[in-house]
């Protein structure tokens, strides 16, 4: 199995920080600048499409398993 490169997600980490102090301080709304929201869009775009890669590969796997099958006849034992 390939390693991945580890994601960067200090923007989501960010965005969960401010929402909190906002959350704590009783704002009515949290403002994002321009690039923030691009960082932000870009991070989550990133963990979405590696939780998706993730998802279909563990799939693959379970389609692909090795089972042995096992046959078994029942004839009544006749003598």
Do not use: H, W
């Not at 923007?11 to 690039?35: C, G, H, M």
């Not at 990133?46 to 998706?52: K, M, P």
């Not at 890669?53 to 796997?61: F, I, P, S, T, V």
């Amino acid at each position: 199995m390939q390693t991945k490169d580890p994601i960067n997600t200090f923007p989501i980490q960010q965005f969960i920080q401010q929402t909190k102090t906002a959350d704590s301080s009783n704002q009515k709304e949290v403002r994002l600048d321009l690039q923030t929201a691009k960082n932000l869009s870009y991070c989550l775009g990133i963990v979405l499409a590696r939780l998706a890669g993730d998802y279909e590969d563990l799939l693959a796997k379970s389609n692909s398993s090795d089972e042995e099958v096992i046959s078994i006849s029942v004839d009544g034992g006749g003598l």
